[in-house]
């Protein structure tokens, strides 16, 4: 019986051996490449992770810092404290300070706010129309104290004797919430116009109020005035006429 030859298997060639050590190396390469690539991906979101948490506990801390700053001016502005004895001028001066220190730590659309009054209590109109002003710019969204604010800033703008501005302003009041303030507007707005002399225009403001808004709790003061307004222009049209009487021959 003839006997099976086994054949040896053929040995790598020497070119083949070293084609896949390169391509060994290659991968081994590439696996080193993209570990570094994870690693300095993973630096970098645990580098970011750790920033976002150190500017939420400064800005927490910044305004933890700011509102126990604010609550002190809010004390004395308010004479809730221990200065309620002092005057009131000494109590927003110093108000005012603490406004300001509250804002150079954060800035809240009260602290803002007030710090205006501040300067409107103590007739510095320029500077309380600034920080009204400031308000406007920073804190336009917060629609609880918008319509406070266009309210002094107009006021102010009057005191100051810049009325187109303080009109401006007026208008500006009557477009927030869609229109809910605007009767409030027309008031200042007739206010105005009737310390000014211009009794036809403020006759139209308050004529305005009455007619849009007879359940605002403008509408009696304005009622008043154009009672009072309609009767004296009635006076003085009569003081006016000719006295009648047959022609002499």
Known sequence: MPKTI???PAKKKPAEAEEVKHVALQALDLMKKRQRQVIIIVS??????????????????????????EREADDVY??????????A???????????????????????????????YNLGD?????????????KFGSNREILPLVYQKLASAY????????????????AKVGGGAFKDTALLLE????????????????????????????????????????TKQNNAGSTEQKPAGGPASK
């Open 125 to 137: 109109y320029d500077n309380a129309i600034k920080q009204y002003n400031v308000f406007v710019n």
């Open 190 to 229: 007739a206010r105005y116009y009737d310390s000014a002399g211009n009794t036809a225009q403020a006759l139209e403001k308050y004529r305005a109020l009455v007619s849009e808004f007879p359940a605002s709790t403008w509408s009696a003061e304005a009622g008043e005035k154009i009672a009072r307004m």
């Open 78 to 87: 308010y004479a809730a404290g221990k200065d309620k004895a002092l005057p």
């Open 158 to 173: 009057f005191k100051s004797g810049k009325n187109d501005k303080a009109l401006e302003a007026t208008g500006n009041l």
């Open 44 to 69: 970098v979101i645990a580098v970011a992770a750790l920033l976002l948490t150190a500017f939420r506990f400064y800005s927490s801390s910044q305004t933890g810092k700011a509102y126990a700053v």
């Open 6 to 8: 086994k054949k040896k």
């Open 89 to 119: 001028t000494e109590r927003w001066k110093k108000a005012l300070d603490l406004y300001k220190k509250s804002i150079d730590i954060k800035a809240t659309p009260t602290a803002l706010f007030n710090l205006g009054n501040c300067y």
